[in-house]
C-alpha cells in the first residue's frame, strides 16, 4: 500500500512537472521572444554580410592588382620584342641613316614601356 500511495504520488509529481513544461506562455511573452529572436537574426545576418563583402572586395582587388601587373609585363615583353625588330630591321641602313632607325626604335621602346607603366597605374586598385 505504501508502495502504491509513492508510485501514485510520483506519477502525480511528474505528471504535473511535464504538464508544465508544454505550458503556453503569454501573448506578450511570446511576442517579445518572437521580436528579440527577430533582431538577434537581423544582426548576425548584418555581420555575415559584412564580412563576406570585405573579404570579397579584398580578394576582386588582389586579381585587379594581379591583372594589372601581368597585363604591363605582357607589354613590357611586347615592347621588347618589337624593338628588337626594330633594331634588326636597322642593321639593314648604314651611317647616319642607321643611328637615327635606332634612336626612333629606342624612343618606341621607351614610350611604348611608359605607356605600359601608365595603364597599370591607371587600373591597379593599389597604386
Known sequence: ????????????????????????????????DVNKAEQNAAERTAMAERSAENKVGG?????EHTAAVQEQKVADTDAEGAHKVALAQCESLSGANQKACRDQADAAYQSAKSQAKQERIASDPKQ
Do not use: P, W, Y
Open 1 to 32: 500500500m505504501t508502495r502504491l500511495i509513492a508510485f501514485v504520488s510520483v506519477s502525480l509529481v511528474a505528471a504535473g512537472l511535464l504538464s508544465a513544461c508544454n505550458h503556453a506562455k503569454d501573448s506578450a511573452q511570446v511576442a517579445q
Open 59 to 63: 580578394q576582386i582587388e588582389d586579381a
